[in-house]
């Protein structure tokens, strides 16, 4: 799933939406440490009061937000497993009878609980739901097209969520005008924070992929991957933090630590062109996410001003830190948002692309960091004067 697929589903959570129809909700209340189902209850969404239905239609929302690589990972599920998780959700899909699909979607709590044990209450909620999707947009001339013409696909979503234990408080009762004591003891179902969560089937350009699932983490870069392997069942995955200390790893391998910051600029603007290129295709743009390899590497940093580079340099550094040369990194996971300078004097904060106009110099025996801009600099209101100091740099490096 690509970020448009992700946006699509997101936003049908939303009441009376014709696009999304939630046919029935089911919530499984787990006790902490012992893992025991205290109680079940499945029942159809529409007949939940309004303000519970915004609660959870919230909840999945959050379920699904987040970047991908970072929070959400489409994964691909592993092949001849006995008992997969695949297979009680394909099969719950389909199912009529509601009684088979809870026993199906129970089976499933039991291997989330089978070897995690949580020091709070949780409650597991499942929704099956009925997707829906114009097949074209409507023609305003013969009004064909539209809400008239759409395609279904089932799915089912789960958000693991907290139960939080109300605090003792002290209320005011205006009827009888004292403080006292709050006697509402209810447990409360975090719905504002998910610990995890997960879609199935996942969607490419809006069709359906029983083949992935798409696991949502409960915080950035922290994917459970006990969870991803015995209880969704699925391959391994590389986050994309992973994915850039690998591509830096890598960068080291091959051209040393020590590197002039214009090269590190050019290799990030290299890398984000590659991207735009693969993304302006619309062949391209459907299918996978633009991949780079160790020939796109060595091809990258021969362009950006990197010296003896070659091919065998470059598969050696592959199978020294990812352990195999033939494998690809997303694009968009290599170029960071901003790059931080952190010195005892200032800290700094740029976008890759602006690293150029960085120089490490050593400017009378001392050094400096020299910061190239085209525009007066104002202090506290004050302008600073300007110093002709000539070249006086005698050479400049940077490291990763």
């Not at 909840?59 to 991908?68: R, Y």
């Not at 003792?168 to 006292?180: A, G, M, P, Q, S």
């Not at 391998?253 to 990030?268: H, M, R």
């Not at 020294?320 to 494998?327: G, L, N």
Request: proline residues 3%; glycine residues 4%.
């Amino acid at each position: 799933m690509n970020k448009k697929d992700i946006a699509n589903i997101r936003k049908q959570f939303k009441l009376n939406n014709q696009y999304l129809k939630i046919n029935e909700i089911f919530n499984v209340y787990v006790k902490k440490e012992s893992n025991e189902i205290y109680h079940h209850i499945c029942q159809p969404f529409e007949l939940l009061e309004q303000e519970a239905q915004e609660l959870f239609l919230d909840n999945f929302k959050k379920t699904l937000a987040g970047q991908l690589d970072t929070k959400l990972f489409e994964l691909k599920f592993q092949h001849g497993v006995e008992n997969s998780t695949r297979d009680l959700l394909y099969d719950g899909l389909h199912m009529e009878d509601t009684e088979d699909w809870l026993e199906q979607m129970l089976q499933l709590v039991e291997k989330m609980y089978a070897t995690k044990v949580y020091e709070f209450d949780t409650v597991v909620t499942f929704i099956r739901a009925e997707y829906r999707k114009p097949t074209r947009k409507r023609d305003p001339e013969s009004e064909q097209g539209g809400s008239d013409e759409v395609y279904f696909s089932p799915l089912i979503l789960c958000t693991l969520n907290k139960i939080d234990q109300p605090k003792k408080t002290l209320v005011f009762d205006y009827i009888e005008r004292t403080f006292k004591s709050n006697t509402v003891m209810d447990p409360v179902i975090n719905l504002t924070s998910p610990l995890t969560g997960f879609l199935f089937p996942a969607f490419n350009d809006n069709t359906a992929d029983v083949n992935h699932i798409l696991y949502a983490s409960g915080k950035a870069n922290e994917p459970s991957y006990s969870f991803i392997a015995d209880v969704l069942n699925c391959e391994d995955i590389m986050t994309a933090e992973d994915d850039k200390i690998g591509f830096e790893m890598i960068l080291k391998n091959v051209i040393g630590d020590k590197v002039e910051s214009e090269v590190i600029s050019n290799v990030y603007e290299e890398i984000d062109r590659f991207v735009q290129e693969k993304e302006e295709d619309e062949e391209e743009q459907d299918s996978e996410p633009p991949m780079i390899n160790y020939q796109d590497v060595e091809r990258i940093l021969k362009v950006s001003g990197v010296e003896n580079v070659d091919t065998e340099k470059v598969e050696h550094a592959f199978k020294t830190v990812i352990d195999d040369e033939r494998h690809e990194f997303k694009a968009a996971n290599l170029v960071p948002k901003s790059i931080k300078i952190n010195t005892k004097v200032a800290k700094l904060s740029l976008s890759p692309k602006e690293l150029k106009y960085v120089k490490y110099i050593m400017y009378q025996g001392k050094r400096c960091l020299l910061l190239e801009i085209d525009e007066d600099v104002v202090v506290e209101g004050l302008t600073l004067e300007t110093k002709n100091q000539g070249d006086q740099g005698d050479g400049s490096s940077g490291s990763f």
